[in-house]
């Protein structure tokens, strides 16, 4: 099963929304917090902002660099730019 909820909101006088209560249990978000906003097609997606973003991407994609030495593969790069 898909973990997408969705209930729908009305936009206020001033252009301000409520997100409901289940949805903002589910993300963990509370007064204060920030959420970014992004436009893709037709959808509006909104993620809570990360506190940090260093602690956020820490380990992204690590599987990728299983193996490899990253002293190693700097300076092989750094070679190619000599070219």
Sequence with gaps: M?????????????????IPAEI???AN????DEVL??????????VPKPKSYADYLMGLHKDIWQGVDPNIYVCKERDSWEG
């Design 37 to 46: 906003v992004a436009k893709s097609g037709n959808a509006i997606i909104m």
């Design 2 to 18: 898909s973990d997408i909820v969705v209930d729908i909101i009305k936009i206020g006088s001033r252009c301000q929304i409520v």
């Design 29 to 32: 978000l509370s007064e204060g």
């Design 24 to 26: 903002r249990k589910a």
